[in-house]
């Protein structure tokens, strides 16, 4: 992608929101898993129940959540963003339920590095002095 054209984390992850809304919306709970490398989101998508059943019968699942829900979980994505520290690779997760019309949502964040970026800023020393840059 072009320089000019990168958009900034927090305009991808609204983006996320924007593409996967269809498939929030009726939902009464999952977990939303973004993956993240150098700071561009590749891919994401929802883990959730799609029927239920009782004694081998389906049941229609209780009413989910709609966009007002959905615009709640956003503005709490956004939030959690914020607290994102110097990594560039890992996932955000988003487990969230929506229980008597009230949404709970936790976030889990993990970062990736890779030692072979970190071997490249650092350059092996043959002193006794270890690492230097």
């Given at each position: 992608m072009n320089r000019n054209m990168e958009l900034s984390l927090?305009?991808?992850?609204?983006?996320?929101?924007?593409?996967?809304?269809?498939?929030?919306?009726?939902?009464?709970?999952?977990?939303?898993?973004?993956?993240?490398?150098?700071?561009?989101?590749?891919?994401?998508?929802?883990?959730?129940?799609?029927?239920?059943?009782?004694?081998?019968?389906?049941?229609?699942?209780?009413?989910g959540m709609q966009k007002n829900h959905i615009a709640s979980f956003r503005l709490l994505a956004m939030e959690a963003l914020k607290r994102k520290k110097n990594w560039t690779h890992g996932e955000i997760v988003f487990d969230f339920t929506l229980k008597h019309d009230t949404l709970m949502v936790s976030t889990w964040f993990e970062s990736n590095y890779n030692m072979s970026n970190l071997l490249e800023k650092y350059k092996y020393s043959d002193s006794h002095t270890g690492l230097r840059r």
């Open positions: 927090a305009r991808q992850l609204s983006l996320v929101f924007e593409e996967l809304e269809s498939e929030l919306i009726g939902i009464t709970g999952g977990t939303l898993v973004v993956c993240i490398r150098n700071d561009m989101i590749g891919k994401f998508g929802v883990k959730h129940d799609a029927l239920e059943s009782k004694n081998e019968v389906l049941v229609p699942i209780r009413q």
